[in-house]
């Protein structure tokens, strides 16, 4: 490995380690307001709506494969399927997709 | 959930194990394809697992073969790595909330493996989330992190295209597979997910993606609890 990649590998190691970790060790909930611990349990489920959304749009080139595979997960989910399941339902409606059209 | 713990007794780490088998499928297409990219970048097999093994960060990951094969310097891919992960602050607080209390270097370990997927899978769980369930979680997908990335070094064209270009979805039906149970039970969660949907498209118009998201989860997550404190009716 030369020396360049070798940089490259460890200190993206390095800064993608310490905001994984500070948080989780070193904060001391007992201190945190309880304002502020509201909002970190807002954070899980806002945190999801942002990663779904706008990336889903830009899974294959032809957004609507996106989005059926979106409403594929929402439908499979809202009738309470295991994650697996939902999952492989989605990849299952895209492939569906990739032969039709 | 609870139901099951109890009437299973299974142990917390392989019920992470368990619940982080999405997140492998997952991770298989974008790691395969990651071990291709290196590959095609000019990195050598053992640079790529090292990037996989120490780094674990896909979006990261992606963007650094994109800087090196335009012939960015090293300081500049760090710092970009660095702002686009710098969201798992916000993440790791929301995690330390809601974990049970446990020695710092086991904190310390398992931290390494929180990805926006184990966070999401691990934070969307009901009550106190256990260390082994969140080191299950992790593990697993790990796993297939590393393993995919060097699997795709050599025959990363091993799925037809049809299907890897499939699999892409699989990450984002895990999201919203995980986002429903919870919908279903509060509106709060529907407010706070499309909330955030929504600030992260205008945001993502004019900020790189890293700060989007935080920007967007931020904004969603403070609004809607002053909303709900506003209405009287905070849970």
Known sequence: MNMTMFLIIAGMAIVTYIPRMLPLVFMDVEKIPNWFQAILRNVPYAALGALIFPGVLTVHENTWFGISGAITAIIVGYLGANLIIVVMSSIAMLMLLSWLF | MATTAISHQKSSFSQGLLAGISIAIGYL???LTFGLLAKSTGLTFAETLAMSLFVFAGAAQYMALNLIAIGTGAFEIIFTTFIVNIRHLLMSASVRERVEDDHPIIKAVYSFGITDEVFAVTTTQEGKIKSG??????LIAYCSWVINSGIGYYVGSILPTSLQ???????YAMFIALLMPSLKKHRKVAALAISAAVFNSLLSLFLPSGWSIIGATILASAGIEILTKKGGHSK
């Open chain 2, 29 to 31: 297409p974008a790691a």
């Open chain 2, 133 to 138: 369930f969140v080191a299950g979680v992790a």
């Open chain 2, 165 to 171: 270009e499939s699999m892409a979805i699989a990450l």
